[in-house]
Each structure stands twice: as C-alpha cells, then as structure tokens.
C-alpha cells in the first residue's frame, strides 16, 4: 500500500524536471496524478507514460488555474494533494534585469503559486483535507547571483506558504514548501546553470549532483496524511548546501 492510495493529486510543471519526477513518485505512491504544464505536448506525453491525465495551463493566468482544476474535479471528483513545481528557472545577469523582466518572473513563479493556490483551497476546504506543496529554493536562502527577481519570488513563495498555513490550517489543510538545492533537470541543464554544478557541489555536504529524483521522496511525504502535524514550514533538500 502506498501512502497515496485513493487521493488525487495535481503536479504543475509535471511535463518535465522535477515535477515529473514527483508525480512519478505520487503515483508510485498510489496517486491518480493529473499534469499540468505550459507545454501541452510535454503534459500529455509526461500523463501518457505515468498513467495520468494532462491539462495545458498557464499557472500565472487565473482562468488557467481554475480550469487546472475543474478538469480535475470533473474527472476524479476530488483534489487532495497540489504539488507546485512550475515556474521559470532564469539566468540572467543583474545588470541585463528590466522591468518587463522582473515582472514575468513575479507573475509566473510568485502570481503563479498564489492562483493555483487559491484555486485548489475551494475543493479541499470543501473536503476538510489538503495537502499544499510549494516547490521553493535554496537559492533564497544562499542568494545565488543572477536569479534576482527569481530570489525574490521564492521568497514570496515561502511567505504565501506560511499564510496559507495560517489560513487554512482550520479546514485540515496543510502547506508546505521544498527548498531544493541545484537539479540536474532538463532545464537547468539547457541553461547557463548546467556549469554551476562542480561548485556547488563544493559547497555541499553530500559531493554529489542532484537528480530530479532526489526531491521526490519530500514532496510524497509533505503530500501524504503521514505529515499531518507539519504546517508552514520550507524543507530545504541540498545535499547540506545551506542550513536555515
Ligand atoms: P524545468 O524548467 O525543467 O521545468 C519546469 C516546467 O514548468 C516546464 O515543464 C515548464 O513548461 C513548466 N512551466 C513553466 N512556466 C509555466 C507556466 N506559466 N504554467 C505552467 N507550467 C509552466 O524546471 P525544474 O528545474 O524542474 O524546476 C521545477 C521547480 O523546481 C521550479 O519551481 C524551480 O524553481 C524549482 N527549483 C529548481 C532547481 C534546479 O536547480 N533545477 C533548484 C531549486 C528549485
Ligand atoms: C543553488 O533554484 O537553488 C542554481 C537554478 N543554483 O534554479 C535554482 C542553485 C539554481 C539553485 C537554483
């Protein structure tokens, strides 16, 4: 018996990186797993191969967001487990930062977090259950250069956590973030990224790169009953990168 079995979870992001490696482990786990992502042929090919169901979405559009999960209500009927992984993971120089980007960055990764949020809270306040997954980083916590906006937004992701906690904890729901260390996913690998990895792994108390498949086990517990009694708080999973 998994420690999903019988629960329905949406894993945005899930067409590739770390959210498919999650909503892999959701399903091992028992989980019927819908994926949502930008990239619709990404979504359906990442459902085709997990045996789960694939909504196209644009996580900082409202009207997106709730369509993530009218076609998974309308499908399972229910929406216990929201693991959030999608976002824009940049590289870019502080200098080359404008306005236009900055903004972009905020609606998708930190906008993004707060309508997928709100979305899911209707359903499982509706249930009396929930289980909330932020996907954070650790970058927030060690301030690694030329993500600034994405810094920012993260922490924001950290901050919208702690109030949905706050807020919802009377409903039986309960929100968590991960704050994953550098990942060897597809798109931290077709960045600029990919020649940090050596030294971070410098800074690491575990000398190893980190796969997609490291930050799963976290996301499957946070998402389970089993960690009813852990609320409002930021996993940082970084091979000892940084200790908050
Ligand atoms: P990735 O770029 O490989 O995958 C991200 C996925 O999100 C893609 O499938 C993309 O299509 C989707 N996406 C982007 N914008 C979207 C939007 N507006 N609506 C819906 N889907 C959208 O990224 P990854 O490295 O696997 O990162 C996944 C999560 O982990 C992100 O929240 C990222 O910030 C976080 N993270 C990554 C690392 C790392 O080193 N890779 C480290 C810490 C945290
Ligand atoms: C330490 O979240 O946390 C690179 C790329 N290096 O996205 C991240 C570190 C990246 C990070 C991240």
Redesign the pocket.
């Known amino acids: 018996m998994g420690k999903l079995e019988n629960r329905v979870a949406v894993v ?10 999650i909503a892999d482990k959701l399903v091992e786990e028992g989980a019927a797993v819908v994926v ?4 619709g042929e ?2 359906e090919r990442a459902a085709q191969e997990l045996g789960g169901s694939a909504v196209q ?5 409202e009207a ?1 967001a709730q369509r993530i999960v009218d076609a998974t209500l309308a499908l399972h009927g229910r929406l216990d487990v929201l693991v ?6 940049p590289f870019v120089p502080w200098d080359d930062v404008d306005f236009a980007f900055w903004r972009k960055i905020i ?3 930190l906008d ?1 977090t707060y309508l997928i949020g709100r979305a899911v809270e209707k359903p499982m306040r509706e249930a009396g259950y929930g289980r909330i997954v ?6 927030f916590f060690a301030g690694t250069p030329n993500m600034g906006p ?1 810094l920012a937004a ?1 922490g924001g ?1 950290i901050g919208l956590t702690r109030a949905q906690a706050t807020e919802l904890g009377k409903h039986g729901i309960t929100a968590n973030a ?13 960045s600029p ?1 990919k020649d940090s990895f050596d030294f971070v792994q410098s800074l690491q108390a575990l000398p190893r790169h ?1 796969e ?1 498949q490291d ?1 799963a086990p976290a996301a499957a517990f946070l998402a389970s009953e089993e960690s009813g009694w852990v609320t409002g708080q930021t996993l940082v999973v ?1 091979a000892g990168h940084v200790r908050n």
């Open positions: 945005t992001g899930a067409a590739q990186g770390i959210g498919r490696a949502a992502d930008l990239n990404g979504a979405a644009d996580v900082s559009q997106d959030h992984a999608a976002a824009i993971v609606s998708v990764n993004g932020n996907i954070a980083s650790n970058s994405y993260k992701v991960i704050a994953p260390g550098i990942i060897r996913s597809e798109g931290a690998l077709a990224h980190g997609p930050i970084d």
